[in-house]
């Protein structure tokens, strides 16, 4: 069975500072899709970054950067000096075998 | 180009009653899911079709939902009768990958408050 795990139900931040999502995943796939998603308060989830499970090279855009540790099971996402912008739920989604499930999301709050 | 549109955006309606959302994905996506979100969870898939079909359909409670993707364009979610617990966001995506290894496309979802 798959499952997607973050621990995180809340984080609370003051702006500028880096903050680290965390998730963690369970599948028996060898193939598998990893995905960051945000859902900010007007409700649309936001598609941020797919990973394939044979890519473990971490990855940097702009302030946002993931790190993928397949012996751990792990995918998770930081932000540099947070913005109050950054302010959302994010989700951790692993897809294999045609199905996307997510996690139950952590919701970020970056005060000014 | 225009994004993954559902309506309505917010239904307020009375237990037993009918309801029922539309979708239109995105041109091009032959595959559209349909997901449940309660408040304070992630996403739970309800269905989802690659083009006309329902390939996948496992979490859909049948004795009272019902889906359908006619043309393979757009889709509507129906419930009937509703129930105090179906109060929750549904949530439509929409992807260019038939094998679940793209990203999904979501619309802003349909609010369904059941009194």
């Known amino acids: 069975a798959q499952k997607v795990t973050q621990a995180q139900t809340e984080i609370s931040v003051v702006e500028k500072e880096d903050v680290t999502l965390d998730c963690v995943y369970e599948?028996?796939?060898?193939?598998?899709?990893l995905f960051w998603y945000k859902q900010p308060p007007s409700g649309e989830l936001v598609f941020l970054i797919r990973?394939?499970?044979?890519?473990?090279q971490n990855e940097i855009s702009g302030r946002y950067s993931w790190n993928f540790q397949k012996s751990t099971s792990s995918f998770n996402f930081t932000i540099t000096a947070s913005q109050v912008v950054d302010s959302a739920v994010y989700f951790c989604a692993l897809s294999g075998g045609f199905k996307t499930i997510f996690g139950a999301g952590t919701r970020l709050f970056v005060k000014a | 180009e225009a994004g993954v549109v559902q309506s309505p955006r917010y239904k307020i309606i009375e237990k037993k009653q009918p309801v029922a959302f539309w979708c239109n994905p995105i041109?091009?996506?032959?595959?559209l899911y349909w997901y449940l979100q309660n408040l304070g969870q992630g996403p739970e898939l309800l269905i989802r079709?690659?083009?006309?079909?329902?390939?996948?359909d496992s979490q859909l409670p049948k004795d009272r939902f019902s889906a359908e993707r006619l043309k393979g364009v757009d889709s509507t979610l129906k419930i009937q009768p509703a129930e105090l617990g179906d109060s929750a966001v549904y949530l439509c995506a929409s992807s260019w990958s038939t094998a679940g290894t793209g990203e999904l496309f979501f619309g802003e979802g349909s609010r369904l408050t059941v009194l």
């Open positions: 599948t028996r796939d060898t193939t598998y899709y």
């Open positions: 990973r394939n499970s044979f890519d473990e």
């Open positions: 079709y690659e083009n006309e079909e329902a390939v996948d």
């Open positions: 041109s091009g996506h032959n595959t």
